[in-house]
């Protein structure tokens, strides 16, 4: 097997994660609220748990290949309505959040879940979180078995060729995730107070709104 072959394989990798990462929907807008509200530490854990997942199901693409699309052929529907229930819930969870932390007298603005985060439990604690919102959101499941699983099918048989393919897609999600997650982390931090603190509400206000279109398009 030559580095082309190789090459070609991870080229394809990354226009599959780029296929499935670029249109911004729900867990984009949570990936960017994490980093406007929590700081770039928190933006980047968010950003690299979509990314793992990404990874996984680039890898099962490429391992189980058609399989994945029979599986899922004919429940395109409840799919995607599945991971609008679930990116819902998460942002009225935002909302409901928001809103107890909002009318509690004392702390305010040092509000734990807005601190920026210090600890690297505090890290893998976000990193954990989205991996199990990327996980729960079938609709990231059912584009790779439709992107990725048609371009594995172009790539030559051999593990290296398998390997390359999924570590170009989780690279290509890592570093398009990571730059929507130092975008909030830089606005956030030019924010005023007043804007700061209407963030977090209008970041999960915007994702229900999203996950509301996922069920109606």
């Known amino acids: ?51 793992t997942v990404d990874l996984t199901y680039a890898m099962l693409a490429v391992l189980l290949g058609t399989q ?9 529907q409840w799919l995607r309505v599945g991971g609008a229930v679930v990116l819902g819930v998460v942002g009225v969870a935002g909302l409901v959040r928001w809103w107890r932390v909002r009318r509690t007298p004392a ?10 985060l210090a600890t690297t439990g ?4 976000v990193w954990a979180r989205f991996v199990v919102v990327t996980v729960l959101n079938p609709a990231t499941a059912l584009i790779f078995a439709t992107v990725a699983t048609g ?8 593990a290296g060729t398998l390997v390359a393919f999924a570590v170009g897609a989780g690279a290509a999600s890592l570093v398009w995730q990571s730059g929507l997650a130092l975008a909030g982390a830089w606005a956030g931090g030019r924010l005023g107070p007043r804007w700061h603190a209407w963030s977090a509400p209008l970041g999960s206000a ?12």
Request: aromatic share 0%; no cysteine.
């Open 206 to 217: 915007l994702v229900v709104a999203l996950a509301a279109g996922m069920v109606v398009g």
């Open 122 to 125: 505090g890290v893998l604690r």
């Open 1 to 51: 097997m030559d580095a082309s072959t190789v090459l070609t394989a991870a080229v394809l990798g990354v226009v599959a994660g780029l296929s499935v990462a670029v249109p911004v929907g729900p867990v984009a807008v949570l990936v960017i609220r994490e980093g406007l509200v929590r700081g770039r530490s928190a933006g980047l854990a968010a950003a690299a748990g979509v990314a």
């Open 151 to 158: 371009l594995a099918g172009r790539l030559v048989a051999g």
């Open 107 to 116: 702390p305010g603005p040092e509000e734990a879940d807005d601190e920026p």
């Open 68 to 76: 994945v699309g029979r599986l899922l052929a004919g429940h395109e």
